[in-house]
């Protein structure tokens, strides 16, 4: 049985349905925080908060759970508003979920973030192992949790996978509270027919990534042999690289008419002190890692997959965005 926290989140709208694909939807327990009830065309859920032990020690024992997936985490941006709760859940939830790895022999999934670099860190092709001096307390929470993990693995042989995910576009969720949030919210103002206020400049450079890329890396890192795995703090992972000014050409390409404009705010600083590009060759090696999506098939697809699930006024954008690569 499988336990996946955060379930609700970004990473976990899309995970869930596809690991109940793959698993069968009965050997998936989706949590969170919200109290949404189960149902059973959705699936197994159940309310958790992950920084008390005994909840979930007691939905690791209620359904004998083998594998955690454990998502629940608060990013960087909210990290920095609330960084006391942003250590305790993201610190201490992992704690929590290592402590019962360690006891129930489970094997478990964290992600960390680019946010575990810092400013002194190279920035381009930033390397595998390398100083992680981050100027966030989100960021600090990860390379916390990477020792941890590490730690947990050497020490008492428990079976943590992790990796450094960078920022995520998807349609299923959107994220909350995180610094590369404006690269999705751009989407819904290009579908909704708004002018988007960018929270960072133009020039603005980080290391992305589709979802669907995103949960074929977890997938594939989880059923990994542990004996290729030469990482057990978290890999570094990477699809591509593009400037908040590139992604907004490209959606105008498919959209028209759509308009952007820049005005930092706090954002602009986290942002900064992030990677522009991430060396991912230990996670090619060992495992096989390779992404599909670059910049243009991934915003290809994400027009057409939120344009179909978005309210009014999208049967415009619908048609719009049939006719590719509109010239702006
Ligand atoms: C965030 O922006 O906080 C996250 C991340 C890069 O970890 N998307």
């Given at each position: 049985?499988?336990?996946v926290t955060?379930?609700?989140g970004?990473?976990g709208?899309?995970?869930v349905p596809?690991?109940?694909a793959l698993q069968?939807a009965?050997?998936?327990?989706?949590?969170?925080?919200?109290?949404?009830?189960?149902?059973?065309t959705r699936?197994?859920y159940?309310?958790?908060d992950?920084t008390d032990l005994?909840q979930?020690e007691?939905?690791?024992?209620?359904?004998e759970?083998?594998?955690?997936?454990?998502?629940a985490?608060?990013l960087?941006?909210?990290?920095?508003q609330?960084?006391?709760?942003c250590?305790q859940?993201?610190?201490?939830?992992?704690q929590?979920?290592?402590?019962?790895?360690q006891r129930?022999h489970?094997?478990v999934?964290?992600p960390?973030?680019?946010?575990?670099?810092?400013?002194?860190t190279p920035k381009?092709?930033?390397?595998?192992?390398?100083?992680?001096?981050p100027t966030t307390?989100?960021?600090i929470?990860?390379v916390?949790?990477?020792?941890l993990?590490?730690?947990?693995a050497?020490?008492?042989?428990?079976?943590v996978?992790?990796?450094?995910?960078p920022g995520l576009?998807?349609y299923r969720?959107?994220?909350?509270?995180?610094?590369?949030?404006f690269?999705v919210e751009m989407f819904?103002?290009?579908l909704q027919?708004?002018?988007y206020?960018c929270?960072v400049?133009p020039?603005t450079?980080?290391?992305m990534?589709y979802?669907?890329?995103?949960v074929e890396?977890?997938?594939q890192?989880?059923?990994a042999?542990p004996?290729?795995?030469?990482?057990?703090?978290?890999?570094n992972?990477?699809a591509?690289s593009?400037?908040?000014q590139e992604?907004?050409?490209e959606?105008r390409?498919?959209?028209?008419?759509f308009?952007?404009r820049?005005?930092?705010?706090f954002r602009?600083?986290i942002a900064?002190?992030?990677?522009?590009?991430?060396d991912?060759?230990?996670a090619?090696q060992?495992?096989g890692?390779q992404?599909?999506y670059?910049l243009?098939?991934?915003?290809k697809e994400?027009?057409?997959?939120?344009?179909?699930?978005?309210?009014?006024?999208q049967?415009?954008?619908?048609q719009?965005?049939?006719f590719?690569?509109?010239?702006?």
């Amino acid at each position: 049985m499988i336990l996946v926290t955060g379930a609700t989140g970004q990473v976990g709208s899309d995970l869930v349905p596809a690991l109940r694909a793959l698993q069968g939807a009965d050997r998936v327990v989706a949590s969170g925080r919200r109290v949404v009830p189960s149902s059973p065309t959705r699936g197994r859920y159940e309310s958790l908060d992950v920084t008390d032990l005994a909840q979930l020690e007691t939905l690791v024992r209620r359904y004998e759970i083998q594998t955690i997936y454990h998502l629940a985490g608060m990013l960087s941006a909210r990290g920095e508003q609330q960084p006391e709760r942003c250590w305790q859940v993201n610190v201490g939830g992992l704690q929590n979920v290592l402590n019962l790895a360690q006891r129930y022999h489970l094997k478990v999934f964290w992600p960390s973030s680019i946010a575990a670099f810092g400013p002194s860190t190279p920035k381009f092709q930033t390397p595998q192992d390398t100083v992680q001096a981050p100027t966030t307390l989100y960021g600090i929470t990860k390379v916390t949790g990477e020792l941890l993990c590490q730690y947990y693995a050497q020490q008492f042989g428990v079976d943590v996978r992790s990796l450094r995910l960078p920022g995520l576009v998807s349609y299923r969720a959107q994220p909350g509270g995180g610094t590369t949030d404006f690269a999705v919210e751009m989407f819904y103002a290009a579908l909704q027919n708004r002018p988007y206020t960018c929270f960072v400049q133009p020039d603005t450079r980080l290391p992305m990534m589709y979802m669907p890329d995103a949960v074929e890396a977890i997938l594939q890192l989880m059923r990994a042999r542990p004996e290729v795995l030469s990482v057990r703090s978290s890999y570094n992972l990477a699809a591509v690289s593009f400037s908040a000014q590139e992604l907004a050409t490209e959606i105008r390409r498919r959209v028209p008419g759509f308009t952007c404009r820049y005005q930092p705010d706090f954002r602009q600083a986290i942002a900064n002190s992030w990677p522009v590009t991430i060396d991912d060759s230990r996670a090619r090696q060992d495992w096989g890692w390779q992404p599909v999506y670059g910049l243009s098939n991934l915003v290809k697809e994400m027009l057409q997959q939120l344009a179909s699930r978005l309210p009014l006024p999208q049967a415009d954008c619908r048609q719009k965005i049939e006719f590719e690569e509109v010239s702006c």
